[in-house]
């Protein structure tokens, strides 16, 4: 174990640049914090650069932590590396998995188009995994993956399920390459949700929270589902909507 | 129209006021911002105390605003009153609408037992309007209603949906003297929600991000249900889990 006493330490500084999209890219290096996710990171094996703590008590046996990563630092160090108010005094360096870029284009699916808000982006990765889906599929123009807000919002899930980065369109002709459908989300020429059958093998398209899934997408699709509005509301939060629609497909009566 | 030119201005420093909940308590006002929220309010008929505008060019005549409550103000003006990093150079100060406290136990609600994070209230406030409920019950240790990001998460919703507060164990002895089923959310004793029925009147209460339902509210309740969880996540969002509940109960085919 090292200690570090400083949040000016030239580390800390190297560190700190991985708040950034381009210090992640970099490094592959990415910031996570709190002793939930530290825990579920060493529970998927993922790789630690660092793991910074302010009390050697804090370390946990079943983590199975290499010492030789672990700094005792204090608390104005872990404030220079948290995004959050009230940090645990937990903060750890973790090494982004590299995923392959092959999707096999089997099994059950969530493709993001476009969503910006972070905090979606997470909970959506969060109910992908939760509902048991194969895998999420961001495509251009969505958040990225490794920002702390999207990572805090999975509460660990992107430790436990693929998370790809590719072109939808592309990804899509895949899928119907193998006979899997693809369902879109939208009003127009859309299905309610209640009218479908769960799938064995689906892919489902969600869009960005202002203009949905784009056009070129939505033509490619099988079919395009609707959730019935009944109040005034214009549509739904696209993390609640993609829940509905993921429990709608997904087979998982026991 | 008036003209306000500093953030100094004394009435100014009194709407600041409302971003605490003790100033929003002492005056019955609360603060929106945004054109798409200041639109919802309109159409909902609240009452506004001043709209602050930097262009008349931004005044909507649909919104049939009493000029006398209305202010050009400059873009630091709007900042002061801002919680947002890009205010629209629109903010309004609204009254809140007296509700009464007393409940028609019928009809379809959602009940929301210290749910903690402005966002998950929020949009399930969205969710609840949308998909049609009659109302929402906030009990006791749940955040404010008239928390700025309480108000934009929900959309507007809060402007078409009856939101109360009261305490919710009192509440569901009203239900249930009405005959109408109160459903718990808990993982124990619990049914899935799939092999529950649409019902025609229906409370669902839903619990805090961390404990759930509290357990004194679970013995009352008539039932509790469960969202079956395939991967390793602990549990779903409680605004996802409220989302995919509220659209398993509510009857939405047409």
Not at 70 to 86: F, H, W
Request: some cysteine; hydrophobic content about 40%; overall charge neutral.
């Amino acid at each position: 174990m090292k200690r570090i006493e400083s949040a000016k330490n030239p580390q800390i500084k190297q560190w700190k640049k991985l708040q950034t999209k381009k210090g992640r890219e970099q490094t592959g290096l990415f910031i996570i914090e709190g002793a939930h996710l530290v825990e579920e990171a060493a529970k998927a094996q993922m790789k630690f650069e660092a793991l910074l703590i302010t009390d050697e008590s804090q370390l946990d046996k079943r983590w199975n932590m290499d010492k030789r990563h672990v700094y005792i630092v204090n608390g104005t160090v872990i404030k220079e590396l948290s995004e959050t108010d009230s940090p645990q005094g937990l903060v750890a360096i973790v090494q982004m998995r590299a995923l392959s870029q092959n999707i096999a284009a089997r099994g059950q699916w969530l493709l993001i188009d476009r969503v910006q808000d972070p905090g979606n982006i997470g909970t959506m990765i969060r109910t992908a995994e939760a509902c048991g889906l194969t895998g999420v599929i961001l495509g251009q123009g969505s958040v990225d993956l490794y920002n702390g807000k999207v990572i805090r919002a999975t509460q660990g899930a992107a430790f436990h399920i693929p998370v790809i980065k590719a072109d939808l369109l592309q990804v899509i002709d895949e899928f119907q390459a193998n006979n899997i459908p693809v369902f879109g989300t939208a009003f127009e020429d859309a299905t309610s949700f209640r009218d479908i059958e769960e799938q064995a093998q689906f892919a489902l398209v969600v869009g960005n929270e202002g203009q949905g899934v784009a056009k070129d997408i939505l033509s490619k699709c099988k079919q395009n589902l609707y959730i019935p509005i009944i109040g005034q509301a214009e549509s739904l939060n696209v993390a609640v909507a993609s829940g509905i629609l993921m429990y709608a497909l997904k087979p998982t009566r026991q």
